[in-house]
């Protein structure tokens, strides 16, 4: 997440692991020889903000061990208000930038992450929120081996989500992980009203249950829960509405919601967004616009000024650019393994309806969430999922009537072309 992070930790910090195991150990004190059986000095995995090393605790439990860069949180400062500064001289120098909100949102997200303290509580806040879900993991976190800049978490094995070579040698099937790694997103968005803020592929392994077989036979490990945003219960139950709106083509609830999301003018270009569609679309549920819809969303955009996308960008809700960005990042997996286009959209359907009947946000099961609640998001799904595919039927129905009528009309017409030049040949001859 934090692009501007990774360029001072490279600039500022070309330390020895010797001297980064010394910071570990003068954050744990004697903890490390009581508790730890080895430490592996040398780092498993690197990145802007701490190293990760592999350790094992007397006990034999493998370990990974986050510990933070020294000097991070001091430097951080003097960047932010760097940042800051250069932000309102782009201001001052073009009118039309106006992104000097996100300075603050950057701070924001990056204390947040530099607090490891903060990172387990989201680690196990999301851990009970998937507790009902099969083919979830979270590495459980040991508090008493934690502070503000060391982390110790249970080790995960596994591959990267998005290694498909290794997928298939493991006998998992790429789509299968694309169908599920969506899903659980999409319950993060719609019903947990918590979302993980940064799934990239370096946060994501896929782990082999040797225990299981079929198509389900793996996990998915979520790493690293440094940054999570909130959702206003007020923005999910309306982000929920858009997507039921989204299938139902209902044009006047889109506009709504979306307005309600803080898209205000700019509202209809959100189903583009989202589906690949336009609002007015008369496309198939998953497919793209058609040529001539492309053409006038073309126009339509070319009018756009940099002040018009820094407007709309300004008035966007800030729970909306975190969606957005999980939303981006894991549909851009979910394409590499495979996916289709309206299997990923369905998902988010199906959690949509889903967040609509919960008594309240969390987890949605039949436990959590009541036998009323339950069975009432379910019926609602078979009656959406009916109507859309009457729709799609319809549709269908609709484009083999045109295919046919083209053809007899090509038909008739070359009939008709024969028949007056008959005559004519005749009379040449």
């Given at each position: 997440m934090c692009y501007l992070?990774?360029?001072?930790?490279?600039?500022?910090?070309?330390?020895?692991?010797?001297?980064?195991?010394?910071?570990f150990k003068t954050r744990m004190g004697l903890v490390v020889d009581v508790r730890f059986a080895s430490f592996n000095e040398q780092p498993i995995a690197a990145a802007s903000l701490a190293q990760v090393h592999r350790a094992v605790l007397k006990d034999g439990q493998e370990v990974a061990v986050k510990v933070q860069y020294p000097g991070l949180q001091e430097q951080f400062?003097?960047?932010?208000?760097?940042?800051?500064?250069?932000?309102?001289?782009?201001a001052w120098l073009f009118p039309d930038y106006q992104f000097e909100w996100l300075?603050?949102?950057?701070?924001?997200?990056?204390?947040?992450e530099l607090d490891f303290i903060q990172e387990a509580d989201n680690a196990e806040r999301?851990?009970?929120?998937?507790?009902?879900?099969?083919?979830?993991?979270?590495?459980?976190i040991f508090r008493e081996l934690s502070t503000r800049r060391v982390l110790t978490m249970q080790f995960m094995e596994g591959c990267k989500v998005d290694d498909i070579s290794s997928l298939e040698k493991a006998g998992v099937d790429p789509k299968e992980v694309a169908a599920s790694l969506v899903d659980i997103f999409a319950e993060m968005i719609f019903c947990h009203g918590f979302v993980h803020g940064d799934p990239h592929p370096g946060n994501l392994l896929v782990y082999r249950d040797p225990s299981r077989s079929g198509k389900h036979n793996f996990d998915i490990v979520i790493?690293?829960?440094?940054?999570?945003?909130?959702?206003?219960?007020?923005?999910?139950?309306?982000?929920?509405?858009?997507?039921?709106?989204?299938?139902?083509?209902?044009e006047d609830e889109i506009l709504e919601t979306g307005r309600n999301l803080g898209a205000g003018q700019y509202a209809r270009y959100l189903p583009v967004i989202f589906t690949g569609r336009g609002i007015s679309s008369k496309a198939s549920f998953g497919q793209g616009m058609t040529p001539e819809e492309q053409k006038?969303?073309?126009?339509?955009?070319?009018?756009?000024?940099?002040?018009?996308?820094s407007e709309w960008l300004q008035g966007l809700d800030r729970e909306f650019l975190t969606v957005l960005r999980t939303d981006g990042l894991v549909r851009s997996i979910a394409n590499r393994l495979g996916a289709s286009r309206k299997e990923r959209l369905m998902a988010y359907v199906k959690n949509a309806v889903l967040g609509l009947s919960l008594q309240h946000p969390g987890e949605p099961s039949l436990y959590e969430q009541g036998l009323i609640a339950y069975t009432r998001a379910k019926l609602d799904y078979v009656h959406l999922r009916f109507r859309l595919e009457v729709y799609e039927l319809l549709f269908a129905a609709y484009k083999w009537y045109g295919a046919l009528y083209r053809q007899l009309a090509q038909l008739y017409d070359k009939l008709s072309l024969g028949r007056t030049k008959t005559p004519i040949s005749m009379i040449a001859s």
């Open positions: 992070v990774i360029r001072y930790v490279q600039a500022y910090f070309q330390i020895s692991l010797s001297v980064l195991f010394l910071e400062s003097t960047d932010i208000a760097t940042m800051a500064v250069l932000s309102k001289a782009l300075v603050p949102e950057f701070e924001k997200g990056s204390l947040k999301s851990a009970k929120s998937f507790a009902h879900k099969h083919g979830v993991r979270i590495p459980r790493l690293d829960h440094g940054l999570y945003r909130d959702l206003d219960e007020k923005f999910r139950e309306n982000f929920c509405r858009f997507w039921r709106a989204l299938v139902l083509l209902d006038v969303m073309r126009e339509e955009v070319r009018r756009f000024t940099m002040g018009d996308v």
